[in-house]
């Protein structure tokens, strides 16, 4: 089946500090790749949703400069949370839609993020 | 923003009980998935309803779509603790843009041996 693969699993930084979080899929074409975040015990909360080569579309609340998303290839997206803050500590977690499959989407592992 | 309730929130049972989760909205789905996850991992996908009343099995999970493709659930028959874990149900909604899926808030369930 398909995978869509997460780097890195976990990461503690400091505050104030960038993180870059990757999406692959890995044996098939994602022109769509979505960004979830998830805390303890809760539901997965949409954040964006970034198509192959252009901007992406952000979730109301979400700031779009706090959470830069890059999707350069079919193949990967990327998520920076830039000047990270205790407050930004959760489960981050991709998605992307093989383009062929309408319904789709084949969920990454999740990166857990704690910014100390 | 369309809504999708699911209920209940929390579930312990022991094992060998039956169960039943619900989902529901008052908007017309186009599909709805239903995932299992557990802690520190993505969710896996479970099953896919499109039409409905449809009814899909997955040896002791029991999935149902609505007539009116507004509602779903998911029985399980005889829990084990190896069931234990948060379900999701997603929908995508007829009209949704860019095949969105939005989550219910979840089912953690825990079954006791």
């Known amino acids: 089946g398909a995978v869509v693969s997460q780097h890195p699993s976990w990461v503690i930084c400091k505050s104030g500090t960038s993180v870059k979080i990757e999406c692959r899929s890995l044996?098939?074409?994602?022109?769509?790749m979505f960004w979830y975040r998830q805390f303890p015990k809760q539901s997965l909360m949409l954040m964006a949703t970034s198509n192959e080569g252009s901007k992406a579309t952000y979730e109301q609340g979400v700031e779009k400069d706090k959470f830069l998303i890059n999707h350069a290839s079919l193949t990967l997206s990327t998520l920076t949370v830039t000047s990270a803050h205790p407050e930004d500590s959760s489960f981050y977690i991709c998605s992307a839609r093989d383009f062929l499959l309408t319904y789709t989407q084949y969920f990454g592992p999740g990166t857990r993020l704690t910014v100390l | 923003t369309q809504l999708l309730e699911q209920s209940p929130q929390f579930l312990s049972i022991q094992e060998g009980e039956n169960l039943t989760v619900y989902c529901n909205s008052s908007s017309v789905f186009s599909s709805l998935q239903w995932y299992r996850q557990e802690p520190g991992e993505g969710p896996v996908l479970l099953v896919t309803?499109?039409?409905?009343?449809e009814v899909k099995k997955l040896k002791r999970l029991t999935f149902q779509f609505g007539d009116a493709r507004k509602d779903s659930s998911l029985h399980i028959t005889a829990a084990q603790p190896g069931d234990t874990g948060l379900y999701l149900c997603a929908g995508v909604w007829s009209g949704g843009s860019n095949y969105k899926l939005t989550f219910g808030k979840g089912t953690l369930l825990t079954v006791n041996p």
């Open positions: 044996d098939f074409q994602a022109t769509t």
């Open positions: 309803v499109v039409t409905g009343g």
